[in-house]
Nanobody
Framework: QVQLMESGGGSVQAGGSLRLSCAAS????????MAWYRQAPGNQRELVAD???????NYADSVKGRFTISRDNARNAVYLQMNTLKPEDTAVYYC?????????WGQGTQVTVSS
């Protein structure tokens, strides 16, 4: 069973940057669809960015031009580079891996952006 562990969250001022990492154990990610989601208090979990096994990417409109998702199959990891952060980016960020009926989530990492 794949286990996902996010890291890289923290507190930053508006305009700053953070890089989230999602490391996998118990399996290889190269065939998986990977995605980053986030959930702010009182809100539903929403898709931030995703990347297919072939490297195609997709972004929520709210983060286009600011966030970049990437994957390193050799390191069995996925990343989310977040630039020009805004207070509305404050949330718990989750990593997801999906392949067929297999679907895994990490435990989340908190990102807090102050104005």
């Amino acid at each position: 069973q794949v286990q996902l562990m996010e890291s890289g969250g923290g507190s930053v001022q508006a305009g700053g940057s953070l890089r989230l990492s999602c490391a996998a154990s118990g399996g290889t990610l190269n065939m998986y669809y990977m995605a980053w989601y986030r959930q702010a208090p009182g809100n539903q979990r929403e898709l931030v960015a995703d990347i297919t096994s072939g490297g195609s990417t997709n972004y929520a409109d709210s983060v286009k031009g600011r966030f970049t998702i990437s994957r390193d199959n050799a390191r069995n990891a996925v990343y989310l580079q977040m630039n020009t952060l805004k207070p509305e980016d404050t949330a718990v960020y989750y990593c997801r891996a999906q392949w067929g009926f297999l679907n895994y989530w990490g435990q989340g990492t908190q990102v807090t952006v102050s104005s």
